[in-house]
């Protein structure tokens, strides 16, 4: 059964960049089964996809967080950066495994923080 | 874009049916597969349909889901309502810019 697991600093200052990573159990990130991606939830916004990465190598973004955020991934994992953080950018950060049409498998998620 | 307007909350007895819907604010609703999830305080989101009225293995048949083309909008039915079913539920669609669009949540409270 595919597992999801996330990991990183639970805070981060402005203007900083947050970086999670997902550890993959139970599947292969180089299988063509899933795309990866991260979602998050905010207090006041609910859920919110960040954006996918395919095995292929290709990823899609959200245009709201185009300019800020990376994905990639090796083997086993799936990992995140977004740049340039503000207060907006706190909340739970979700590791999936989606389809074409929706998620298959959610990570537990990580609560991430932002404040100096 | 599109966006997907779902009520904030409902609140309905043990035993009793309750129904959220789902609203696309643009673009036809039956054009795209929706999807709905459960999520319980503190826990990740799960799946309970898929492709509008499939619902995964393990889901009761409690759960059903269903599309109106005539509101443009999707329904999540939840009948003999139980207090396990207390949670929130979100709404999820596509279209071609956004592969991943979230309704804003509905809060379901067993009386």
């Known amino acids: 059964q595919l597992q999801l697991l996330e990991s990183g600093p639970g805070l981060v200052k402005p203007s900083e960049t947050l970086s999670l990573t997902c550890t993959v159990s139970?599947?292969?990130?180089?299988?063509?089964?899933?795309?990866w991606g991260w979602i998050r939830q905010s207090p006041g916004k609910g859920l919110e996809w960040i954006g996918s990465?395919?095995?292929?190598?290709t990823t899609d973004y959200n245009p709201s967080l185009k300019s800020r955020v990376t994905i990639f991934a090796d083997t086993t994992q799936i990992s995140l950066k977004v740049h340039s953080v503000t207060a907006a950018d706190t909340g739970v950060y979700y590791c999936?495994?989606?389809?074409?049409?929706?998620?298959?498998?959610w990570g537990q998620g990580t609560l991430v923080g932002v404040s100096s | 874009n599109f966006m997907l307007t779902q009520p904030h909350s409902v609140s309905e007895s043990p035993g009793k049916t309750v129904t959220i819907s789902c609203t696309r604010s643009?673009?036809?609703?039956?054009?795209?597969?929706v999807q709905w999830y459960q999520q319980r305080p503190g826990s990740a989101p799960t799946t309970v349909i898929y492709?509008?009225?499939?619902?995964p293995s393990g889901v009761p048949d409690r759960f059903s889901g269903s599309i109106d083309t005539s509101s443009n909008s999707a329904s999540l039915t939840i009948s003999g309502l139980k207090t396990e079913d207390e949670a929130d539920y979100y709404c999820?669609?596509?279209?071609?810019?956004?592969?991943?669009?979230f309704g804003s949540g509905t809060k379901v409270t067993v009386l």
């Open positions: 999936a495994g989606l389809s074409l049409v929706g998620v298959d498998s």
């Open positions: 139970g599947g292969s990130v180089n299988s063509g089964s899933y795309q």
């Open positions: 990465f395919h095995h292929s190598g």
């Open positions: 643009s673009g036809n609703i039956a054009s795209n597969y």
């Open positions: 492709e509008d009225n499939q619902r």
């Open positions: 999820q669609s596509y279209d071609s810019t956004i592969p991943y669009v």
